[in-house]
């Protein structure tokens, strides 16, 4: 018998969120103490799920866990360069804002023009309890800002037009069912 090749479902591998979804639409609460077992076994899971996507970044309650903790690697030029960040928060924003376009794995296929402010200091702690900042513009920025806004129950549709966000919506929809069906 041929071994399970790679596209078939692995049960180790988290599930994406597909919006919407409720967890999605909930404010993610503060990682403490007692959850760094969880957030340790967690972590390389959600590192897992991101790659295999592929995608660049990953929030916590977009695998159904709704704590303040995400993951993000840009793989600029293929190379990887994993960081985890536990509760990240956002200490300042530029004043100029920069535009470009933005997917998220639990809108799959959806993509728009997002703008947002187009540096940010950012400030998290990782795996070990160090705390880190980080001052991040371009693809970084705006990553950061994704990510942080998952945590607070924000999808990348709500900063468009009702109008623009409803069509993506209902394209996703469709899509899924269509893959439902299929
Ligand atoms: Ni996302």
């Known amino acids: 018998m041929q071994a399970m090749s790679e596209t078939e479902a692995d049960p180790a591998l988290l599930p ?7 967890t999605l639409k ?20 959600m590192f ?10 990953l929030a916590a309650p977009q695998v159904d866990v709704a704590l303040r903790l995400a993951v993000i690697d840009l793989q600029t030029n ?13 200490l300042r924003v530029s004043e100029d804002w920069a535009t470009r376009e933005e997917g998220c794995l639990s809108l799959p296929n959806q993509y ?33 800002q994704h990510e942080i806004d998952h945590l607070d129950g924000v999808l990348f549709v709500d900063h468009l037009s009702a109008l623009k966000r409803n069509m993506l919506l209902r394209r996703l929809a469709k899509e899924q069912k269509q893959k439902a069906l299929a």
């Not at 994406?16 to 409720?22: D, G, M, V």
């Not at 404010?27 to 967690?42: E, G, N, Q, S, T």
């Not at 897992?48 to 970044?57: D, E, L, Q, R």
């Open 16 to 22: 994406i969120l597909i919006a919407p979804h409720k």
């Open 26 to 45: 909930t404010k993610a609460r503060p990682v403490v103490d007692a959850d760094m077992d969880r957030v340790r076994v967690l972590v390389p899971r």
């Open 48 to 57: 897992a799920a991101m790659y295999k996507a592929p995608g660049i970044g």
């Open 78 to 90: 293929e190379v990887r360069k994993p960081f985890a960040m536990i509760n990240p928060e956002i």
């Open 112 to 144: 728009a023009d997002v703008s947002r402010p187009a540096a940010v200091r950012v400030r998290y702690m990782d795996l070990d309890g160090k705390r880190h900042e980080v001052e991040a513009e371009g693809l970084l920025s705006a990553c950061l």
